[in-house]
Each structure stands twice: as C-alpha cells, then as structure tokens.
C-alpha cells in the first residue's frame, strides 16, 4: 500500500471519529494573511507584539512550529494553496501573471462534493475564481482604505477599513448562506502587507515600545553572493516617503486620493504633525537612521497586525455566538514568513527561515487536542490535500502535497524527513536571485541561479541566523554529497525539469 493510500485510510479513520460525534461534516475557515512573520506572532513566542486571537486558535487547536512553503511570494503561494502543487506544476511561478484557473482547484472539487465555497478578501491571482458560490476579492494587491471590491459582474468600492471589511463581508455571507451545506470559506487578509496602513484606531498603539534589533541586523553577508546583492534592505530600499509615511504625499498619491476628509486627517495629524516633525528635528544619519527606520516599520507593521487580530477575535466570537465554533475547522496562516529586521531586511522570496517559515495554526475542536504543537516540516503543498481530507474527498491524482491529518494524530512514522523549494521572480522587484533547494531538519542546501551560480550550506543547528556558509568547506564533504543527492531525488520526485536542468549543467 502506498503512502497516500495509507494516510488517507488512516485520516478517514480519524475522520469518522468527527462525523460520529458531530454527524455532519465540518465546516472550514482558511483564513490566509499577506506577509505576517511568525516572529510577530506571541504564540511563536514573539517578543514584538501580543496576538491573543490568533494564539486562540493555537490553544484551543494545534501550532505548526516548522510550517514551510514552497516559494515564498503572494501570487504563487495562493496558487499552491489552491492545488497543492509546486509553482512549476500550476504554472504560477512569479506574481503579477494570470493563473489558469483553468485546472484542478480543491474549493472547486469541495464544491462538487456538496460544500458552499467562498473566497472574501485578497486574491491576486490576476484571473478571476472558479468553484466558488460566493467571492469578493480585492484588486490586485488591494487597498488598506476604501478598497475596490470585486464581485460577479461588479467592483466596487467600500468605505472603511479594509480588515474590517472582510470580516464584516464574511459575516454577512455566513449569515444568508445555504445552512443545509458544510461551508469553506476562505479569507484573505490584505494586512500585513507594504505599505502597512494602520487603522485609525491603531494609529501609534506601539510608540512607546522599543524593539530589540535581531542580532543579524548589521549583517556583512560575507560568503553569500546574493545576499549581497539583493535590493530590500531597510537601510537603503524602505522609502521614508511611501513606507514610512515621512512628508507623504496627501495630494498627489493615489492612497491618499482614496480616502475620505476625516481618515485623512487623522493620518497627517498623526505622520504629518508627530512623526514627520520627529524626524525632522532628531536630524539622523548612518545607522542611527536606519535604527529609526527599523523602529517605525515595525510600529507600522504591528498596529496593521494588530487590527487584524482583533478582527480575527470578532470572527471567533460570531462563531461561538452562532453555535458554528462547535462545528468548524478554523486555520490561521499567512501566504509566507517575512524579514522583521533579520539580515537587515523586510519582505521575503529567500529560502532563508524567517521567509520560508510561515505561520500556521488550526483548531478542530473535538478533533485536535487543544494545545498540540507539531514541528515537521508541514509545507503549503499539504494543505489542499488536508482540507479535502477534513471533508472527506480524496485528493485527485497530481496533487504533490499530502494530508497532515495524520500528525496531529501523532502519527510521524512516514512524514517527510526533507522538503524541497524553488523561487524564481528576478530581477524585480527586491533583485533576489532565482534558486531552489532542500532543507532537512538540520541542514539547508541552496542554489542559486540567473544572474550568478552558488552554492549555500547551513547547518541549522550551530547556526540558526544562517550567516556562516559552509559549502565548500572542509568537514563537510559527507553531509554536502547527502543532500545533493536528496535534492535531486525531489527534484525528480516533483518532476522540476529547469532545476533538473541546472544540475546536469552545473552540478
Ligand atoms: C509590491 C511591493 C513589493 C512586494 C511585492 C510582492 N512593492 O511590488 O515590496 O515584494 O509587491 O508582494 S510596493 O512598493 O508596491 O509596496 S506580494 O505579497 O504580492 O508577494
Ligand atoms: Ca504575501
């Protein structure tokens, strides 16, 4: 019996238990956030800020501390989430083209076995859903205030907080839709993404707390080629201006041009007549600038989060009010991990942990013991096939991911002891080299390519922060050899012709 066959069998077991108890398949809430780093969550022990709802989910369900993607960018992970399959299987490799919706989807094939799917929030996938009852997505990236809202047929425009309307969108499809069905619901946070807008009300709510500078923030990226040459420093691409709303422009900028009278003057009176006058009379320079940079990013940052997580809590309390908690899956998660600062960075692309790692918690109340916390390497790929096993549908064939029902059950026997990965957007925006890899539970070996061929090895163990590449360092022939050949083996196992092609050129 193969793998799949087994787990499936043995999820179906697990599986049997909910029905019996609660006679009605699950309902599902995925709900997907935009570049929240686990370093920002309290439930991965974050020294940054408190995220009590999201932690909720964690306490009363499950915590993956070792939850990876595959390609850590928005477009490409929403896609994987959608098939379960690599960037080079579904086509969608880099941002900003349009996916072929067009090909096997899991809310459509829930749709087929009796679910109600909706997808509210961002999307940004360039084409337009299929398989869904109800959706209304953001345009593109969206926006933080008063954002265009796509619907069938028709856009338009909300007032408010975007947060606060995706919460208030989800709600509203909840209460009308078919009772008679299980739902899937899939939420798609536009927070925590550039240029982080807070909330009115969360306007300065981090001011007076100072944050610890991680201890990579100076890095040299001595031994690292395209580390070096990346553009998506804090130091030299975050932009005063847009980023940190230094003298923004209130009149020109089509984000501001979006709001209303009174949003906008609550923001000059907090960037314009607090922060912006801050900055001009502290007259910083060198690394005492980019220090204030950090400092404000991250206030920016959280107060986005922040509002996400309070609206993440009114969700919870509108599935306990309705009596739907009893019966629903709920997962938080976001589309990737993200640089709060680490090499002296924000966002993401990099097989490196703080972007390759993402959040992931999920709660199945009578299911999962509340307070488990699992650290196998779990990667998007699974969670297509996870969330058809909680209803009770096979995945199709093709699907490269695998249900990991069966670790919350504890059983780890057949798991994945190695993962594989494969970024490509180059050179815009953030001039990340394109490179693929492996990681293991100890080790990390990666390739670059494009522009420059490297190699990088890190032993995670003596050197979590990888800032020491070993590759090519005496002592570590044995363990090099050993993963290159398991890289190729997943190269092959996941059938990537291009970095199978790299390889036989340059081994
Ligand atoms: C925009 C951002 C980038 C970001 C990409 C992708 N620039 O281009 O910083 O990496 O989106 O983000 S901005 O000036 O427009 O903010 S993703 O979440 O969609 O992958
Ligand atoms: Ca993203």
Not at 395 to 410: A, D, I, M, R, T
Request: glycine share 8%; charged share 25%.
């Amino acid at each position: 019996m193969n793998y799949r066959i087994l787990s499936f069998l043995l999820t179906g077991i697990l599986f049997a238990g909910a029905v019996g108890a609660q006679s009605r398949r699950p309902n599902i809430i995925f709900i997907i956030s935009d570049d929240h780093a686990y370093q920002a969550i309290s439930a991965y022990g974050s020294r940054l800020a408190q995220t009590p709802n999201i932690d909720r989910i964690g306490r009363e369900g499950a915590i993956f501390t070792r939850a990876m993607v595959t390609n850590s960018i928005c477009g490409p992970s929403r896609a994987t989430l959608l098939t379960g399959k690599y960037s080079h299987m579904n086509g969608y490799t880099l941002n900003e083209k349009r996916f072929n919706t067009d090909q096997f989807l899991f809310p459509a094939l829930l749709q087929e076995n009796g679910y109600q799917t909706a997808w509210v929030g961002k999307w940004h996938l360039g084409s337009l859903p299929r398989g869904l009852d109800y959706w209304r997505i953001l345009r593109g990236q969206g926006e933080y205030y008063n954002p265009d809202i796509i619907g069938p047929g028709d856009t338009t425009r909300m007032e408010g907080y975007v947060t606060d309307l995706i919460t208030r969108l989800s709600t509203s499809w909840l209460d009308v839709r078919d009772t008679s069905k299980p739902f899937c619901l899939i939420i798609g946070e536009k927070a925590t993404h550039r240029e982080w807008l807070p909330d009115i009300q969360d306007l300065g709510a981090y001011d007076s707390k100072d944050f610890p500078l991680p201890s990579t923030f100076f890095d040299n990226y001595a031994g690292r080629v395209a580390a070096a040459d990346q553009d998506m420093t804090i130091d030299k691409t975050m932009r005063l201006k847009e980023d940190l709303k230094v003298h923004a422009d209130y009149v020109h900028s089509g984000i501001y041009n979006r709001f209303t009278p009174a949003q906008k003057k609550a923001f000059y009176d907090y960037y314009e007549n607090k922060i912006s006058k801050e900055f001009d009379t502290r007259h910083d320079t060198g690394r005492a600038l980019v220090r204030w940079k950090y400092e404000r990013y991250l206030k920016d940052y959280l107060a986005v989060a922040r509002s996400m997580d309070r609206n993440i809590g009114q969700l919870l309390e509108y599935l306990d009010r309705t009596g739907l908690a009893r019966n629903t899956v709920v997962v938080y998660c976001s589309d990737q991990g993200f640089y709060m600062g680490e090499h002296g960075w924000f966002d993401k692309r990099w097989m490196y942990e703080p972007s390759l790692r993402t959040p992931f918690l999920i709660r199945w109340p009578g299911v999962i013991k509340p307070g488990s916390s699992v650290s196998r390497l779990m990667l998007n790929i699974d969670w297509a096939p996870t969330l058809l096993d909680i209803a009770g549908v096979r995945s199709p064939e093709g699907v490269q991911g695998v249900s990991f029902l069966p670790l919350l059950k504890g059983d780890v026997t057949r798991w994945r002891k190695a993962m594989y990965y494969h970024y490509y957007e180059y050179p815009q925006p953030h001039h990340v080299y394109p490179h693929f890899g492996v990681r293991t539970e100890r080790y990390k070996l990666v390739r670059f390519y494009g522009p420059s061929d490297s190699w990088e090895l890190y032993d995670l163990v003596k050197d979590p922060d990888e800032v020491h590449n070993l590759y090519g360092h005496a002592g570590y022939e044995k363990e090099t050899a050993e993963l290159k050949s398991t890289l190729k083996g997943l190269i092959r196992e996941y059938k990537d012709r291009e970095a199978e092609k790299i390889l036989e050129e340059k081994p």
